[in-house]
């Protein structure tokens, strides 16, 4: 049996949608947050496990969107 860390977790990140809708790249939203496309890229494409608060705030200001938006239950 697996740890709390395997399978899905309920929610599903948009920051993909939310790139296109701003016509916005994943190298442009790493100069702007200072992440790596590597770290941004494992958000995208929803493999990501846990997410630092300061990482959620700075990926909001640069898209000019809400949590809610960026992080919804799958």
Same mark, same amino acid.
């Given at each position: 049996?697996?740890?709390a860390?395997?399978?899905?977790?309920?929610?599903?990140?948009?920051?993909?949608?939310?790139?296109?809708? &701003?016509?916005? +790249? !994943?190298?442009?939203?790493?100069?702007?947050? /200072?992440?790596?496309?590597?770290? #941004?890229? *494992?958000?995208?494409?929803?493999?990501?496990r846990?997410? &630092?608060?300061? +990482? !959620?705030?700075?990926?909001?200001?640069?898209? /000019?969107?809400?949590?809610?938006? #960026?992080? *919804?239950?799958?």
């Open positions: 049996m697996g740890g860390d395997d399978g899905p977790t309920g929610i599903r990140c948009r920051l993909d949608e939310l790139l296109t809708e &701003r016509q916005m +790249t !994943l190298t442009e939203l790493s100069e702007r947050v /200072g992440l790596s496309i590597v770290n #941004l890229s *494992v958000l995208k494409n929803d493999r990501a846990a997410i &630092r608060f300061s +990482t !959620l705030v700075a990926i909001c200001d640069a898209l /000019g969107c809400e949590v809610g938006e #960026l992080l *919804v239950r799958a």
